[in-house]
């Protein structure tokens, strides 16, 4: 994540641009953020391309944590 990356200063309901590198052409990624040091994670989109409007929830924390992974698309199953 190269935006927001440490100490910004995010008000709830401002609308901010989450920006980051790595993701695969075309593919799909998701990003998710929490509130309480990582226990518990929400999505709050996702995106085909490198960056997301992001409307900054009415959730005071001291330490918000966004992550980015892929979307894992087509997954089967086999029992061996």
Do not use: H, M
Not at 3 to 13: D, I, K, M, V
Not at 15 to 39: L, N, P, R
Request: charged share 20%; glycine share 8%.
């Amino acid at each position: 994540i190269t935006y927001p990356n440490g100490g910004e200063l995010l008000a709830p309901c401002d609308q901010t641009i989450v920006k980051w590198t790595g993701a695969g052409i075309g593919s799909t990624t998701v990003v998710e953020f929490s509130s309480d040091q990582g226990k518990t994670w929400l999505e709050i989109g996702r995106s085909k391309d490198s960056s997301l409007v992001w409307t900054v929830p009415d959730t005071p924390s001291d330490n918000v944590q966004l992550r980015v992974k892929a979307e894992q698309e087509n997954l089967t199953e086999s029992i061996l």
